[in-house]
């Protein structure tokens, strides 16, 4: 990788690394379903002077809908529910063999031994960190989080049709086709006064979230690893991905004082060793 693109892909690492604590941040300040809500208007915002990209509404609205809409209010759901940042950043990596799984039961592609081994590792692991916890809010957590993995995993199947096109102007359509139905639910299920409260009640740490989990984490994210991906194989790129736990582990323990020991500690081991030998073994056979 040329300088450029390693400190490109540092970058990358330590934004979404953060993320995880930041969004954290963000729920002591706004309910899940309005955090979606205006996290998902501001990503949008682009579309103002955008072109829609030359994929169809439908590829759009799987995007939209799973990797942008249900990825965010699972793990939303999930961290307002008592599971930390770093945990959380781990269990949503599972993304990446649930990808493989669906790509076999929905697309009919053929998933290898490793990866399928892999798969069972990481279920284990989960498992661990399950035995770890206390508190039926806290398996709960869990689940939620899982169901995060599982929306981003099937948003994936979408994203894969966004080939040759501006990852820029995918993200910012994408994001703005499930505004209106979670403004919606949030009318619903929080409330008028909690929809509306970035603007009748603001605040610095507010904005300042939104902000962070928009420009830096989806518009500058997305473009730097779409040029990443198209520049180098996705041998060198895929690999990546497995930082950013490790980075909100070391995020989360500093900002937060989370713990990170004991059979926690293992579970996270074998969940991340589950994820790399999935995510290797699909790097393999691309070879």
Not at 155 to 180: C, D, E, H, I, Q
Not at 190 to 216: C, D, M, Q
């Amino acid at each position: 990788m040329k300088p450029v693109h390693a400190l490109a892909a540092a970058l990358i690492v330590a934004m979404w690394g953060l993320n995880f604590t930041v969004i954290r941040f963000g729920l002591d300040e706004f309910s899940p379903f309005t955090f979606a809500v205006w996290r998902s208007v501001l990503a949008a915002l682009p579309v103002l002077f955008l072109p829609r990209p030359a994929i169809s509404w439908a590829m759009l609205a799987g995007i939209g809908t799973f990797m942008f809409g249900g990825q965010f209010v699972f793990l939303f759901f999930a961290m307002q529910a008592g599971l930390p940042p770093g945990l959380t950043s781990v269990l949503v990596q599972l993304q990446g063999p649930l990808t493989v799984v669906l790509a076999a039961l929905v697309l009919r592609e053929h998933a290898t031994f490793g990866q399928w081994l892999g798969l069972a590792i990481a279920t284990v692991g989960v498992v661990l960190i399950g035995r770890s916890v206390e508190g039926s809010a806290t398996i709960l957590a869990i689940l939620l989080a899982l169901m995060s993995a599982l929306s981003w995993a099937t948003g994936n199947l979408f994203f894969r049709a966004a080939r040759g096109v501006s990852m820029f102007a995918v993200t910012a359509w994408a994001s703005l086709l499930p505004t209106p139905p979670l403004a919606v639910v949030a009318l619903v299920m929080e409330g008028p006064a909690a929809l509306l409260a970035p603007i009748l009640e603001p605040t610095l740490k507010g904005w300042l979230v939104l902000f962070y989990t928009v420009a830096p984490v989806m518009w500058l994210g997305y473009l730097i690893w779409g040029t990443l991906l198209r520049t180098y194989p996705a041998a060198k790129v895929g690999p990546i991905s497995l930082l950013v736990p490790c980075v909100a582990l070391a995020f989360a323990a500093w900002l937060v004082g989370e713990p990170v020991s004991g059979l926690r500690f293992v579970g996270i081991a074998v969940v991340l060793g589950g994820v790399a030998l999935g995510l290797f073994a699909s790097v393999r056979r691309m070879r």
